[in-house]
């Protein structure tokens, strides 16, 4: 690695730092992009590690109470001192990354932009730990990285990256644990993905899906805490349990191409161009649509809309980026993401939709304030989801809930909810009848479709979907699950 950045750090430029002859246009786009993603700086301690020249520093330098810069390569190191030293509140360090050390809790904030690729798979799972370790409880961690193949078009007469997968970052961070118990405290801490997405400059300007950043934060990880199946996050419950790859697709199969929740289109389409199709038209088809939803492709809004899909589970983020590719959608973006604690500005969205999903968060009152507050004036809500009769429940159906760690609500009482944040003109609709109809068709279309589906998959995957559906026709009969679609605006 020391060969190869000699030969692209003679004469310390922003083209030899990003390897890419465009450089300047780039910086120009990507430099804020990048930076929005951040959380707020003021106050904070931050290590900025392959600062490289500085691009990043003197706006790190900027906005926070102390930047840490580190790079390897001598000439960068000095290129930045000379050009930020001057800001002050900032300390540059020459130093291989593999070798650091600083003390636990020193920062608030590790930011690094092009460097993980460059170490060998046991130095990055070792920095993961360090990183846990350097930051603060509440702290967070930056990194972007260059995945699957090279962007820059910068010649290498050889090249020693590591293009890795975004799965393969996304497993090591939310793997990694820090022990920090205390004589009268059991305390153990690790990462949870704020946010996974592409950066969109390359989108745009190179047509390359395949520059990544991540924003993750350091929170408890008690053994109290473990998800479902014992897993230690709740995203690696849904990619290791609920949504594995296999299991999208199984689904799929049921449902219909690009869905993954009962009835498929046509309990999509009860509302959507009912409700948000006749809007986008009746406004103009200049759009922003945010969704909270498994498989956002499957909705047919391509016609200038601007659409973010987002879902925490990277294995539906990695089939639908593929899809969007393919079907080259260039409005179209994913990301990997925790809406809880994903931020944007006011006013941000026309609309937001999310296809039964909310029946996994524990705050749905803080939630809708965020969905409230991302809408613009007059933007419109739309919500179908998971939810039950009232109480007292069905043994079986408590254990269920308790099974598959379900937050449920009455339609009713979801209704007020959005009414109580703010959202005028409520509908609160009850479709539980509706849904039951659609368990029956979907039964009867897989007995069609059985030898064709065990082909495919197996017989024990197929016994897995009809005894699933089977139980959530007898839950729904019995009234203890219901099924209810909302929909709401914002004045």
């Not at 010649?155 to 820090?178: D, G």
């Not at 997405?197 to 395949?210: A, H, L, P």
């Not at 006013?347 to 705050?363: A, G, K, M, P, Q």
Request: hydrophobic content about 35%; charged content about 25%; overall charge neutral.
């Amino acid at each position: 690695m020391t060969k190869f950045w000699k030969e692209h750090s003679k004469f310390a430029t922003v083209e030899e730092m990003m390897l890419d002859s465009n450089a300047q246009e780039l910086t120009q786009h990507e430099l804020p992009e990048i930076l929005s993603l951040l959380p707020s700086l003021a106050g904070s301690d931050v290590l900025e590690l392959g600062a490289g020249i500085g691009r990043y520093t003197r706006h790190l330098i900027g906005r926070a109470r102390h930047v840490t810069a580190v790079d390897f390569m001598e000439k960068f190191v000095e290129k930045n001192r000379k050009d930020n030293s001057h800001l002050g509140n900032a300390e540059f360090i020459q130093a291989d990354v593999t070798k650091l050390d600083f003390a636990k809790h020193s920062f608030d904030v590790v930011f690094s932009n092009w460097l993980l690729m460059y170490l060998s798979d046991q130095e990055l799972k070792s920095l993961a730990d360090k990183f846990l370790m350097w930051l603060r409880p509440g702290g967070h961690l930056f990194f972007r990285e260059s995945c699957f193949h090279q962007s820059g078009d910068c010649k290498r007469v050889f090249n020693p990256t590591l293009y890795r997968s975004p799965a393969y970052y996304n497993h090591l961070m939310t793997s990694v644990l820090q022990d920090e118990s205390e004589k009268t405290e059991k305390k153990c801490y690790g990462f949870d993905m704020v946010v996974n997405k592409t950066v969109q400059t390359y989108v745009k300007m190179k047509n390359n899906q395949n520059q990544l950043c991540w924003l993750m934060q350091k929170v408890r990880r008690d053994v109290v805490q473990q998800h479902q199946g014992g897993f230690s996050t709740f995203q690696e419950f849904l990619d290791n349990q609920q949504y594995t790859r296999r299991g999208i697709l199984r689904y799929e199969k049921m449902f219909g191409s690009g869905y993954v929740s009962t009835g498929g289109i046509s309990t999509t389409k009860v509302r959507d161009t009912e409700y948000i199709g006749s809007y986008i038209f009746r406004g103009g088809i200049k759009k922003n649509f945010y969704f909270l939803k498994r498989y956002s492709l499957s909705i047919d809004f391509t016609f200038g809309v601007e659409v973010l899909g987002m879902d925490l589970s990277s294995n539906m983020v990695e089939i639908a980026m593929e899809r969007a590719v393919k079907e080259k959608l260039p409005l179209v973006q994913f990301e990997v993401s925790d809406a809880t604690k994903r931020k944007f500005p006011d006013s941000t969205f026309d609309v937001v939709y999310s296809r039964d999903t909310i029946l996994h968060i524990r705050d749905k009152l803080d939630l809708f304030r965020k969905f409230y507050s991302w809408l613009k004036p007059g933007g419109k809500l739309l919500i179908s989801d998971y939810c039950c009769g009232e109480k007292p429940w069905s043994p079986a159906f408590q254990d269920y809930v308790n099974q598959r760690g379900y937050i449920l609500y009455t339609p009713q009482r979801y209704g007020q909810f959005l009414s109580e944040v703010g959202f005028s003109d409520v509908h609160s609709e009850d479709r539980t009848e509706q849904f039951i109809q659609v368990i029956k068709a979907e039964l009867q279309r897989a007995g069609e479709m059985k030898e064709e589906f065990i082909q495919e998959f197996s017989q024990e995957d197929y016994d897995a979907v009809i005894n699933g559906w089977a139980k959530k026709l007898q839950r729904c009969e019995t009234g203890d699950q219901r099924w209810g679609l909302f929909y709401a605006t914002k004045e």
